[in-house]
């Protein structure tokens, strides 16, 4: 771990820590210490390690994990010194040493406030289907405060007493998946107890919380879209069931096999675009069917392979940024992990600017509007900055 390179040790840190909290929830649970909450074994206690505070101050990370380091060697040392029939001493010095020069900071800086559903995770998958549903929930139960866009600027948001946030931006990333469920279910107060948000798990069931939840995450795309910089949380392809010809249907990720995708929302009166070996092409049609055969003429194979889902045309245009109306023409590409990174409006040749997701900074590049290598390099780009799921502030 080099101490010059925050980014080549904080992220394993944080991994660290989360996972251990995992492992201790875990434990808790077989050991009948924590009861359930919501159908998922419940965390038992009321504090946990702030990993999206730690996440922005390195400084604090930094000194947490030199004290962690310290402190096992402690253990560490103390074992020997037990075990050990010479130099008993001199390890047990050591360890009282190791222990007395750890660098603990204040708990307050490093522990927060947890809910026995911190460390739940959505049972449901990150679907087309659990989408849709998710996007019907929301505009039922969500969107008069926080608005179409999820901006904070619904209709009735003027009214309450504090201003919704806005999951446009990279609020998902910072807040636990199990944190966020247990704000819709049970609601939210301020310092003095007055409701600023009430709760819904009276009028959404688990699942329908989980789904929406779900669906925040495509707002969150669209809203970094919107603003030109970029989606704030990476995005998978939804799953979905896809039918190439006259081929039964096959899951997504069956079909993609670990390659890339460009995703095409064809016009209805387009044909389909020639296949390209740089990567497997899926057709978005505005009723999730497979379009008529093409009667141009032209020579050479043509994509066949359509997207068998009546909500996708409708889940991918809010993804894009763009009206279901105005779809058509638009194309996304995923890489080879399965996740979305690049958008093209109608008419736009790929370039680096079209870039939505990536390992570094996509401001630059769609402020650049660089136009040399075109789509190859794009790819490139693309393959060189792989990118992982953000919850609680670092990458999973």
Do not use: K
């Amino acid at each position: 771990m080099s101490l010059a390179a925050p980014e080549a040790w904080l992220n394993p840190l944080l991994a660290t820590l989360h996972e251990a909290q995992v492992l201790l929830g875990a434990l808790a649970d077989r050991l009948g210490l924590a009861g359930s909450s919501h159908g998922q074994p419940a965390w038992p206690w009321a504090r946990r390690v702030a990993t999206e505070t730690l996440a922005i101050d390195r400084g604090l990370a930094r000194r947490l994990g030199l004290a962690l380091i310290a402190s096992s060697a402690a253990l560490i040392l103390a074992l020997a010194a037990l075990l050990a029939r010479r130099a008993r001493l001199p390890l047990a010095a050591l360890a009282l040493a190791c222990a007395w020069l750890a660098p603990w900071p204040p708990t307050a800086l490093w522990l927060t406030a947890a809910t026995p559903t911190s460390f739940q995770r959505s049972p449901l998958p990150f679907s087309i289907d659990t989408l849709a549903q998710g996007a019907s929930l929301y505009a039922q139960h969500c969107l008069a405060c926080h608005g179409a866009s999820g901006r904070g600027d619904g209709p009735r948001a003027d009214s309450l007493p504090v201003w919704p946030p806005t999951l446009a931006g990279p609020l998902l990333a910072r807040r636990l998946d199990g944190e966020l469920f247990q704000h819709v279910a049970s609601g939210m107060r301020d310092r003095q107890g007055a409701v600023t948000m009430p709760a819904f798990g009276a009028s959404l069931d688990d699942r329908e919380i989980w789904a929406t939840l779900a669906y925040l995450r495509v707002l969150s795309a669209a809203g970094g879209g919107a603003s030109g910089e970029g989606w704030p949380v990476p995005l998978a392809l939804p799953a979905l069931e896809v039918r190439c010809a006259d081929g039964a249907p096959l899951p997504l990720a069956q079909w993609r096999s670990g390659q890339r995708v460009r995703l095409v929302a064809l016009d209805d009166a387009a044909p389909p675009p020639f296949e390209d070996a740089r990567w497997q092409t899926l057709l978005l049609t505005r009723d999730g069917q497979p379009p008529a055969p093409p009667r141009d003429g032209a020579h050479g194979p043509r994509a066949s392979c359509t997207a068998i889902a009546p909500d996708a045309w409708r889940i991918f245009a809010t993804i894009a940024n763009r009206a279901p109306d105005a779809f058509a023409g638009t194309e996304l590409i995923a890489d080879r992990g399965g996740w979305l990174r690049a958008v093209a409006a109608p008419g736009t040749r790929w370039s680096d600017a079209n870039l939505m997701c990536g390992a570094t900074s996509t401001t630059a590049a769609r402020e650049s509007r660089t136009s040399a290598g075109g789509i190859d390099t794009l790819l490139a780009r693309i393959d060189a900055e792989p990118v992982a799921d953000i919850e609680g502030g670092y990458t999973h």
